[in-house]
């Protein structure tokens, strides 16, 4: 099998030994890219920028800047949007007045665009302007100063240092033995290890929680949210403890920074909507009780039965009782359909039921089916994230997002990093076990390719194949996951839709639905068990800057389970962001985290890739190696990106 090119390249090689299933003994899966590369053959020499495509003359373009305030909202105050650019001697400043858009006449090429209001965070940000339409839109959100998401582009986390690991892996141990007080010891023993990672508060306030030490708990869930601002699993116990306390705003207001920052599976919608019940606020209540039966699936008997309470409460007996009907033919085997048979007897019994009393029987948010403990994040369709509905280009959305890929790809030959790989296999309880880990040096190549594209081929420690991997479970290629999404030579093969503008990180971003359609020949995942190749259909999100279409983020699930393989769970969320070389005076965006949760074969597995040190070689600079003149201040948690080596490996 020939390699593959620029696509996501994601080799999962699982050595599974099952009794009896679709394998007899220890067998290699790989999942791999699609399609053939550019032949081995081929003498690039370096990436010539002219092989990515003509060059034209810029053309004329209008920009409009669109100023937003946190929500995504038109900035009622008055902000001043300076544009400027040194290449094309641009400089010009307009105040916003009584339109939150300004437009400027300009030449395709770099901009800068800076936004200064009183009251808010003054933002700078580039701007790329180059092919697609004639008309560009760039959304900059604002940020008031006392506000927590202060929009900086941080990586979210930082790897645990090996003596840490140890120390997490003896705490994960205690906990499954419910020896909480040894649990919350060697957690402790972590945080001092790795200061600045914000894991080890998170697990040391879950070992607290059980410890009944709540205060202490709180406490360092918010250090971990100090530490990392958007950590979703800190947010959510912090907005279940303030529940819990009876401070229903506290919770409201940490359970929307959560929604704002990770977006919402049912569980966040289900605890919004409890939290507003005790405010008696039934409008917002009632519509995050909708979302969270909408997207808990299987799990939807608890927000039905809240439902139903919240609409008895507003006072419409009718749609209550039609919540809690729901419910029993749904799911007629669920616990809560004893409870919601018990509510329909009370409803047309005539009795009158104040909201008070509705709020009093509704199901506590600690019940069964709310402290099932989710071992991976919701599927991309199991999750909200908040959007604001603008008119959206697809198509130029798209274009821009690819040209920006190849204007940084292009003066490159290869660039290094130093790559840490944990790996942990999860229970059936959702119980994480010890962490495996292992430190490779990576290479990434940078290569042209047909239709337009480029192709990324990676190597750890000089080698293409993945037999050093922690476990015999191996991901590879997860930094190209984006950048194929994009190429020119794999959008026939997907359906995308224009979602809206959305807010990652602090800043505005184009957020892209992406379903691979049925009976695609160029899909960007496939599977090698022995011998044989299964295309591994996607769907998922991409995340791109309005401003300069830069990729921030992509989440991607499987289209739907593969059978053959035992393939029930592929979820990938890959975060992006800028490192800056000062041999290129400029910034290449690379990943700062990548995670797998896999479960194949009646196994769960969870893996985090971390790149730190990167070293860039540029293609005019004989081999000279330039590091990053400022990496984030925590190091990037990152993944890889790369096609499948030359031939795929098999046992």
């Not at 409460?313 to 004893?338: F, M, R, V």
């Not at 329909?344 to 009158?352: C, E, K, N, V």
């Not at 697809?394 to 890929?405: A, E, S, T």
Request: neutral net charge; aromatic residues 8%.
């Amino acid at each position: 099998m020939p390699k593959s090119r620029i696509s996501v390249a994601v080799r999962l090689i699982a050595i599974p030994v099952l009794a009896g299933g679709l394998l007899t003994g220890a067998c290699r899966v790989q999942a791999q890219g699609g399609g053939p590369p550019p032949p081995a053959s081929a003498n690039y020499g370096g990436a010539d920028p002219s092989k990515f495509g003509n060059v034209q003359a810029p053309q004329d373009v209008t920009i409009t800047v669109a100023v937003r305030d946190a929500r995504g909202l038109p900035l009622e105050d008055t902000a001043t949007v300076l544009l400027s650019s040194k290449l094309r001697g641009f400089f010009r400043s307009v105040d916003t007045k009584t339109s939150s858009d300004v437009s400027f006449g300009v030449l395709e090429g770099p901009y800068e665009v800076q936004v200064d209001c009183p009251g808010y965070r003054s933002v700078k940000q580039q701007l790329s302007v180059s092919g697609g339409s004639a008309f560009f839109t760039a959304y900059v959100y604002l940020h008031t100063v006392d506000d927590p998401n202060n929009g900086t582009q941080t990586a979210p986390g930082i790897a645990f240092k090996p003596k840490a690991i140890a120390e997490v892996d003896k705490g994960l141990a205690a906990m499954r033995k419910k020896q909480y007080e040894s649990a919350r010891n060697h957690f402790t023993k972590a945080s001092q290890i790795s200061p600045s990672n914000p894991d080890a508060y998170y697990l040391r306030g879950t070992a607290e929680l059980k410890l009944q030490q709540t205060d202490v708990a709180r406490q360092d869930f918010e250090q971990a949210i100090k530490l990392e601002p958007t950590h979703e699993k800190a947010l959510l116990a912090l907005g279940q403890m303030q529940l819990d306390a009876g401070n229903a705003d506290a919770a409201i207001a940490t359970l929307n920074r959560s929604f704002g920052a990770n977006g919402a599976g049912w569980r966040t919608y289900y605890l919004l909507a409890t939290a507003y019940v005790k405010k008696k606020n039934w409008n917002a209540a009632a519509s995050a009780a909708v979302s969270s039966a909408n997207l808990a699936h299987s799990n939807a008997a608890a927000p039905l039965l809240l439902l139903g309470d919240i609409q008895l409460a507003s006072g419409d007996k009718t749609q209550a009782k039609q919540s809690w009907e729901k419910l029993i033919s749904t799911y007629p085997n669920d616990p809560l359909a004893g409870d919601a048979k018990k509510r329909i007897a009370l409803a047309d019994s005539g009795q009158p039921i104040q909201p008070a009393e509705v709020a009093a029987i509704t199901l506590p948010v600690d019940a069964p089916a709310i402290a099932e403990r989710p071992w991976a994040p919701p599927s991309v369709d199991s999750k909200d994230y908040p959007v604001s509905a603008v008119t959206c280009n697809l198509n130029d959305v798209l274009d821009r997002g690819m040209i920006r890929v190849k204007s940084q790809m292009a003066n490159l030959e290869k660039f290094t990093a130093t790559e840490n790989i944990e790996h942990q296999e999860i229970d059936k309880l959702g119980e994480p076990g010890a962490i495996k880990s292992r430190q490779f040096s990576y290479i990434v190549f940078v290569l042209p390719y047909k239709q337009n594209s480029v192709f990324l081929e990676e190597s750890r420690d000089g080698q293409a194949n993945t037999a050093a991997f922690p476990t015999s479970l191996a991901t590879v290629g997860l930094n190209s996951l984006g950048v194929s999404v994009l190429q020119p030579v794999y959008r026939p093969g997907f359906a995308y839709q224009c979602e809206g503008v959305a807010t990652i990180r602090g800043e505005a971003a184009w957020q892209v639905r992406f379903d691979e359609k049925p009976g695609a020949e160029t899909g960007v995942r496939r599977w090698q068990k022995q011998g044989t190749i299964y295309n591994i259909p996607i769907k998922g999100r991409i995340w791109l800057s309005t401003t300069t279409f830069d990729i921030l983020r992509i989440e991607t699930d499987l289209r739907e389970p593969i059978p053959t393989l035992e393939l029930v769970k592929d979820h990938l969320e890959v975060n992006y962001g800028p490192v800056t070389f000062a041999a290129i005076n400029g910034q290449l965006w690379l990943p700062w985290s990548a995670e797998m949760y896999l479960e194949v074969h009646g196994k769960r597995y969870h893996h985090r890739h971390v790149l730190t040190d990167y070293m860039l070689f540029g293609v005019d600079t004989a081999n000279k190696i330039a590091a990053p003149k400022n990496v984030p201040a925590q190091a990037p948690q990152e993944s890889e990106s790369q096609a499948a080596p030359a031939k795929p490996n098999s046992e």
